[in-house]
């Protein structure tokens, strides 16, 4: 009996022996310091338009600070919630994150319901805050904003104008600007920049209001700044304001993460995106779009954008696009 119980044991032992090799490559894996393999950038918005610029800017210094590849993974469509809500819903492990401007999580909350709220992020770093610019089609009928409120009150035809979606940010500033203008006009909402930069290219719309990176990379002329003062780059084009139209806005994004990110990843990350954001190859990147980066940890970044939801909800119901 002996014997027997003493060949169990060794049986045991040389079972536990032969099983380490495929137990500790596990234990090591769960205590690795993140990341350990590369992390997936989730785009709200097609390629080739703000977002995705900005992201593919920011790209190579994030991937450098993180020292893991950062893939960028476009998921455009219904002014970029269905890219945002694709981010809510992931395992919060950090290799999904996003890089989401203010639309989908100041502007669309108030006109559609979705399945998410600010609630379901954990707010980043805010990367970028770009004033947005008027851009006119190449051969629209007017060449400033007093030709095309003078256009639009005319009405020998249609101002026809895009926007990256119904509500987005930039839908709301030209509809805001052509109301105090007292001037109609025709909407036409598109799934992101690009695809209305081309319909601009092509005359299918005068006009729309976007970051300077896509005037920057289409041609296309610029009428106005909606900024509270002249960009540098463009020192010839007038504020909104100077126009006679006292609106200001930008277009800013930043990382986001699914709610329930850990401390220590959620800093780990933070850390990463100050270095990429402060860093001379993002810098330079933006300064080709007439980009503006801009670094912010994640508390400052969720109570800029929780104000921003708040304004946007009495500017939407002022419009009669609010749906509460």
Known sequence: MFDAARARTRRWCAGFLAALPLVLPGLAFGQDSFPSRPVQLIVPYPPGGNTDLMARALQPALSRALGQSVVIVNRGGASGTIGDAEIARARPDGYTIGLSPNTPLTAQTHLVPLSYSLDSFRFLCLVYDNPQVLVLAKDAPFRDIAGMVAYGRGRQEALVYGSPGQGSTQH??????LKAAGVEGLHVPFTGAAPMAQAALGKQIMGFVESPSIPVSTGLPV?????A?????????PTVTEAGYPIVGSSAGGLVAPAGLPDSIAEAIQKACREAVESESFGTAAGRLNAVPSYA??????????????SNRQVLRDLGMARE
């Open 297 to 310: 940890a994640g508390a400052e970044f969720r109570a800029r954008f929780a104000a921003e939801s708040d």
């Open 223 to 227: 009428a106005g700044v909606f900024g």
């Open 229 to 237: 003062q002249r960009l540098t780059a463009l020192p010839d084009v």
């Open 172 to 177: 709301i500033l030209i509809a805001r600007l």
